[in-house]
């Protein structure tokens, strides 16, 4: 079946304009996770969905941040204001969370490169 | 909290050679434990997990990782790379309580050389 996809692939987007990146999940999976990977560093949690439940937002770094998630469908990160270190390549993981044991295997998006001039 | 430390930035290891990657994590109890490879252009694809048990873990692609509680590691390992492994590899540990969130190290770049 089909991966987790995302898009744009690439955005490029001037200082101080709004974003919106897109993911859609592998159907099935309930719970949904945005990373950001800055350039020659680690992937940063920023926000997980779980089926209804609230969101877990504890890794959005600033209030200009959000996402939403329609079910357990698309999901959207929205970015306001960008700012220059806003730039990094943002991963959508997808995930289904059973009542298996042991961690449930995220499935990870080709990612969406954001630069912001 | 939880974090993934990947010492190693940048390895060079010759086609055929054997490859150790080391990861050290730091959390308060048994961890579940993870390496990811991310080739260029592509997305994160999981090579192997660790959640108990055995603590010797085989992956996909020929790749092992064993796990050692009292030095709190999870290496990687291939006994005799291909010049197809080049690429870059996470570690990263996610907690057994929670949204099982993954906390990732920054990243061991692979290259190999013939």
């Known amino acids: 079946g089909a991966g987790v996809s995302q898009s744009p692939s690439n955005k490029v987007t001037e200082k101080g304009k709004d974003v919106e990146l897109r993911c859609d999940p592998i159907?099935?999976?309930?719970?949904l996770y945005w990373y950001r990977q800055r350039l020659g560093q680690g992937l940063e949690f920023l926000i997980y969905?779980?089926?209804?439940?609230?969101?877990?937002k504890s890794g959005l770094p600033s209030d200009r941040f959000s996402a939403e998630r329609t079910g357990e469908s698309v999901s959207t990160l929205t970015i306001q204001r960008t700012q220059q270190e806003d730039s990094a390549v943002y991963l959508c993981?997808?995930?289904?969370?059973?009542?298996?044991?042991?961690?449930?295997?995220?499935?990870f998006g080709p990612g969406t490169r954001l630069t912001v001039l | 909290a939880q974090s993934v430390t990947q010492p190693d930035i940048h390895i060079t290891v010759s086609e055929g050679a054997s490859l150790e990657l080391r990861c050290n994590y730091s959390?308060?109890?048994?961890?579940?434990l993870f390496w990811y490879v991310q080739s260029p252009g592509q997305g994160l694809q999981l090579l192997l997990k660790?959640?108990?048990?055995?603590?010797l873990v085989q992956g996909i692609k020929g790749f092992e990782a064993e796990f050692k509680r009292s030095q709190s590691s999870f290496n990687l390992r291939k006994p005799s790379v291909h010049w197809s492994d080049a690429a870059e590899y996470f570690c990263?540990?996610?907690?057994?309580?929670?949204?099982?969130?993954?906390?990732f190290g920054t990243g061991t770049r692979l290259t190999i050389i013939p």
């Open positions: 993981a997808s995930s289904y969370r059973g009542g298996r044991s042991g961690p449930d295997t995220q499935y």
């Open positions: 159907s099935g999976h309930t719970a």
């Open positions: 969905f779980q089926g209804n439940s609230a969101p877990d």
């Open positions: 959390y308060g109890a048994t961890p579940y």
């Open positions: 660790y959640f108990s048990g055995d603590t």
């Open positions: 990263a540990v996610g907690v057994r309580f929670g949204n099982e969130k993954l906390t």
